[in-house]
């Protein structure tokens, strides 16, 4: 079993930044990506990044690229999301995850953490 906790979700004015954090502990060797969803209000959860633990490779969906940093810290077991310029739109339930050779999809991720409330003013 793999644990994910999140943290660092708030309150923030359209334009600000906020850094979400998230913790993994217990058999992390058996996943090689994480990856951050979210889930507006009323609507599904959404693929935002995921990064390869070996090599740190990255991908991002459209609506973040160039705003959103995936990093990871392998020392830590700890993976962020550095958010700039946030949009109201960006108001969501931030999830982070883990799997084996994931990409965008919830579905090839097995682990998931509780979320952390990001909520954007505009």
């Known amino acids: 079993q793999v644990q994910l906790v999140e943290s660092g979700g708030g309150l923030v004015q359209a334009g600000g930044s906020l850094t979400l954090s998230c913790a993994a502990s217990?058999?992390?060797?058996?996943?090689?990506?994480m990856g951050w969803f979210r889930q507006p209000p009323g609507k599904g959860r959404e693929f935002v990044a995921r990064i390869r633990w070996s090599g740190g490779v990255t991908y991002y969906a459209g609506s973040v690229k160039g705003r959103f940093t995936i990093s990871r810290d392998n020392a830590k077991n700890t993976v962020y999301l550095r958010m700039n310029s946030l949009k109201f739109e960006d108001t969501a339930i931030y999830y982070c995850?883990?799997?084996?050779?994931?990409?965008?999809?919830?579905?090839?991720?097995?682990?998931w953490g509780q979320g952390t409330q990001v909520t954007i003013s505009s």
């Open positions: 995850a883990a799997g084996w050779v994931a990409g965008a999809s919830t579905q090839e991720y097995a682990y």
């Open positions: 217990g058999r992390t060797f058996g996943t090689d990506t």
